[in-house]
């Protein structure tokens, strides 16, 4: 077995004797793959080496093998070996964000500083909810959320960010996926046939819109973030207008008030992903789009940036004329348990909500500038490119660096990193007519727990270095 | 305003002034039909009175009640005015199943006893479960759901249903109609075209199934349970082995056997929606069906009837060659909280669970002893149907009553009831070929509070007495 395969520690759980062997091996490898386990760009043993490790047949292993690079799983490159393919998005059965990595640091994008969160002060907003809950509130629930969150929600969102929002037009959802999900069904049932989306978006939201027999346009980004005169008649458009993802930039004025026009003149709406506004590090948070027109736009936030993913839970503001079809459309898969939601609500109306925001916001703010000094410090050639906000950069690779080297590099090394083409959350959607972009790094900088953090820094510091093209 | 809407007590929260009023009319009216404020069957005002009563011009009350006709809202009968109708399906466009009723006694079926709900043992459960968990529980999930919380299910579904199980077969969802979705899509992306379910089930269920694309048909049933023998092509079929829902039987020994001979012959797969079957009075429960064939049945229970429907926890035991492809299903809706799944763990290994079933066991049969000395006692007229087991027993009406005049009239007295026909959870389904089944009343003696269920009795026999045919 190849050191790659070795040091990524991979145990394939594989029954080596019986008729199954070849299957097990195909769905053990295709597990593996997915639970990202196997990262991308990893090389694969050799057949031989594998078939030898194993001690089963040789031909075995080769079959499988070929199974899996017919099916997408793996990639035969000439002269390299056999990779852990770049999965498109038809290929990505499970979910593409991020799972526990299996490698001792993490830097990659799409989750906060999950060890940060605040057990004691969520457990006693719990307590307080199951206690003062009312006894319906353990029944099947009102498909628009509690009212009690709902109504937290409209305070904080409407001071923190300036969304405009009573609590009738909020419904309380899973997070943001969900969100979309929802937004999908109710513009398909009208008659929706495509969604715009950023380039280089997350390849859950696409396979969401997809999913809901919508198909997907693909908008261009420049320096001002998304080249809003691209759009068309599409029936919406996905936006992360506070700190575009993965880019990094925030969507220039103009571009917000073109992207209302756009809305304004063909019916269609501006889904404004508001996934970290509430961090921006170097002045005061730019306020939601949806304040400009609460008609057009659906401002959608959740708790999976705020405090921790594994919450589950988000909210959409929505336009008058979505209410009751997005309603309804939430009322077959009403999700969210109401204890949760009570808890939410006691832990912003009791003033935690917003005492854990601006900690953690300074902690990112922290590991932000450790970042970029020491990017500058020892990585001087790497380009750290958009705003002082959020909990990701972008690095820049100078001409020469490829991800999948870096990211292999890395993983060889114990730390777990995507890039821009390369990654878990993101895929290629480019738009042919634009420029490619360089390679680069999608950083996370509040994926690691604060122990870890320095830790990660130089590792991916010693990679940049060391795993430099020759 | 006629006295049938009065005592309804319905408020129609209504701007009576502007552009606005009629559309402002009609989507109240839908609302209140939606919320089942306004329940089927009720009369609704005639347009005169209700324009008198609103301050608003007559054709306006007029044109929203003919719009509410085209939409199948309202049902217009020669002599007996204009009525709320009863919903079918494709009209079903909120949760059918119970919301909290406005009035002030509920034996509608469909949740437990909501106001058992062991709070400070939950509290206790999500305490040690908050401060227990590892990091990475607060991260995005594996969709197969908290490895604790397959574990514990693993004990207790083998020791209380028999289930065979391991937990590499369970998959946590958000509840039965939540699992349903899931093993639809999958049978759907198999190429799959239609899927079985019993006579009088639950619309929800149908709605779920039809929405992935399936077409679903009907089992009619008989005194042995839902006909086997009447199944063909479809890819599966939902059964309530335990407890038909809501026909009270338990599916006899010789249909289960044709039911997993059915599966093996055909490729089909049987779905067993075990809803209430730790719920039996006179024996020991019959144990899950899926023992019998593992890899032909998925079996699927929830917390809802446990404990609450407000905690949304589901799981489903699969089939191995389903596992994949429903987590794969699951990752894109991956909803159930990890701290929530956690603390259900908790719950379960420390014994609360096991108790908590054994009380409400003891408590659910003393009130359907109580329901049925009532009945005998006060309304020997009227037949209970059905084993004793589960939350709710059928109440067969003698000839000459109709379904829905027991229950507008048990509504002018503040009860909540519902009909075999005419009801929230339940639809006509039956099969023409079948014969028609007798008006009853679906009783869910679980729904009311300990305090109030003695004077939801009183009244339930004092209607079906008072409110008897003349």
């Given at each position: ?141 009102d498909?628009h959320g509690r009212l009690e969150l709902r109504q937290a929600l409209t305070g904080y969102l409407a001071r923190a960010r300036g969304v405009r929002v009573t609590p009738d037009r909020v419904i309380i ?115 939601a789009?949806q304040s400009?027109a609460p008609e057009l736009v659906v401002f959608s936030g ?13 909210w959409l503001v929505l336009p008058g004329h979505l209410v009751d079809?997005v309603t ?17 609500a006691?832990?912003i ?122």
């Amino acid at each position: 077995v190849s050191d790659s395969w070795a040091t990524s520690g991979v145990d394939l759980h594989l029954e080596t004797t019986g008729p199954g062997v070849r299957v097990g091996l195909e769905t053990a490898l295709r597990d593996a793959i997915r639970d990202r386990r196997l990262v991308p760009g990893l090389r694969v043993p050799s057949s031989r080496a594998l078939a030898a490790d194993l001690g089963i047949a040789r031909n075995t292993v080769a079959d499988a093998y070929a199974q899996l690079i017919a099916e997408g799983w793996l990639a035969a490159r000439q002269g390299s070996g056999t990779r852990v393919a770049h999965q498109p998005v038809a290929l990505t059965r499970a979910r593409v964000l991020p799972a526990a990595s299996p490698l001792p640091y993490d830097l990659r994008a799409g989750s906060p500083d999950i060890s940060r969160f605040p057990r004691s002060g969520w457990l006693s907003a719990a307590r307080r909810a199951v206690n003062d809950a009312p006894s319906e509130a353990f029944g099947y629930g009102d498909p628009h959320g509690r009212l009690e969150l709902r109504q937290a929600l409209t305070g904080y969102l409407a001071r923190a960010r300036g969304v405009r929002v009573t609590p009738d037009r909020v419904i309380i959802c899973s997070g943001f996926t969900h969100g979309l999900s929802l937004l999908c069904r109710v513009l398909r049932s009208r008659g929706a046939t495509a969604l715009a989306m950023e380039a280089y978006g997350t390849a859950d939201h696409r396979a969401v819109a997809v999913g809901c027999g919508l198909r997907v346009d693909t908008l261009p980004i420049d320096d001002h973030g998304a080249v809003i005169g691209r759009l068309g008649d599409q029936a919406g458009v996905v936006l992360t207008p506070a700190h575009q993802f993965p880019l990094g930039m925030a969507l220039a004025p103009q571009r917000r008030t073109s992207a209302i026009e756009w809305a304004a003149d063909t019916g269609g709406i501006v889904i404004e992903d508001d996934y970290d506004g509430e961090f921006r590090y170097d002045r005061q948070p730019v306020g939601a789009m949806q304040s400009l027109a609460p008609e057009l736009v659906v401002f959608s936030g959740t708790a999976s940036k705020s405090l921790a993913p594994g919450l589950r839970l988000g909210w959409l503001v929505l336009p008058g004329h979505l209410v009751d079809d997005v309603t309804a459309a939430k009322a077959l898969d009403d999700y969210t348990p109401a204890l949760d939601q009570l808890t939410l609500a006691e832990f912003i109306t009791s003033g935690r909500y917003d005492r854990h925001i601006r900690r953690s916001r300074l902690s990112y703010r922290r590991r932000r500038d450790r970042l970029v000094a020491a990017l500058q410090g020892q990585a001087p050639q790497i380009h750290v490119t958009g705003i002082a906000a959020g909990l990701h950069a972008l690095l820049e690779l100078p001409p020469g660096y490829r991800e999948e080297d870096i990211i292999e590099c890395a993983a060889q090394r114990g730390l777990a990193l995507e890039g821009l083409r390369v990654s878990g959350c993101t895929s290629v959607y480019t738009d042919s007519r634009t420029e490619e972009r360089p390679d680069a790094l999608v950083i996370g900088y509040g994926t690691p727990p604060g122990h870890a953090y320095n830790a990660a820094i130089a590792l991916l510091t010693a990679v940049l270095m060391e795993c430099a093209p020759a």
